[in-house]
């Protein structure tokens, strides 16, 4: 398995007892770490007992750091370099709110050379692969059809993609043969120009997936309510489990999600099977504070309580 980062970061992770907007805060730090929506994909594979690799882009000085944080990490990845520094992102968590606050600058524009340089590191990397996730971000000024080259130069060998990225690069890329497209509720509800705010919302951005694009399967989150997962026959609305404390941090929720459904599909599960167990790890996840992702402990205690209810496509 192949992970995609086109805007990676190196995110720095606080806690504070209370955050007050006079004086100083004082800070406790919890982390600091290698991130961005591959990143965090091929860490969570790796909690899971799978592997992936995750391809990056690395500029200057902050990318130089990242990728001695991976290597210290143990994590495989390969990256591209480029002449712009890599983004640094900040996640403070209050402890007595027990909310978590990601302040993300928007990263390094990639000039015309740069983006045939990670194209083609890319598609070389993904040549035998078994599935590629594209995930995450994209820098500033990327162009609208990058996604979908990667798409369509990449099917030739029969790898599946699996794509959750920015609402942008969504048009170009649905007129490729995608297997998977995610969507987090922004995303879907930028695509379909209304809010997602329950499971009917996001069933309408499924269909609106399907009726615009070569997707077989579409997954869109619907928050702490779980996600709502279609093919061409039937919707799925998977509820999550209750959770007796308000979440910690939705930071890598998505990025949980993504990579528990991936695994299970390697595995040989059903596409049904996999949207239900990524639900659980993503509710595991949400749980706790600033970029920490979920313990398949608790993923696998959370799965028995995961609703799915069947919903006939028309």
Known sequence: MLTVTLNPTVDTCMEVPRLSSGGKNRAKLQSVQ?????INVARCLRRLGGSATAWHTSGREVGARLNRLLDAEGLDHRSTEIGSDTREAIVVAEHWTGHSYHIVPPGPVLTDDEEKLCMDAIVA???????LIITGSVTHGLRDDFCAEIVRRTGTNGTKVILDVAAEQLP??????????????????????QPIEDFGDARAANDYLFANGAVH??????GALGAV???????Y???????????????CAGDSLVASVTFQLSRGHTCLHACEF??????????????????????????SEVITRQVTRR
């Open 34 to 38: 290698g991130g961005g929506g591959g």
């Open 217 to 222: 399967n579409a997954l869109t989150s619907v």
């Open 172 to 193: 170009k890329a649905l007129q490729e043969d995608i297997f998977m497209v995610r969507l987090d509720r922004h995303e879907a509800a930028e695509l379909i120009g």
């Open 278 to 303: 990524g639900v659980a790890a993503a509710a595991a996840t949400v749980r706790l504070p600033g970029t920490e992702v979920f313990e398949l402990s608790t993923v696998e205690t959370l799965r």
């Open 125 to 131: 990397a993904a040549h035998d692969v078994s599935y």
């Open 237 to 251: 609305e998977i509820s999550a489990p209750i959770s007796p404390h308000p979440p910690r941090s939705d930071v």
């Open 229 to 235: 997962y279609s093919d061409r026959v039937a919707h």
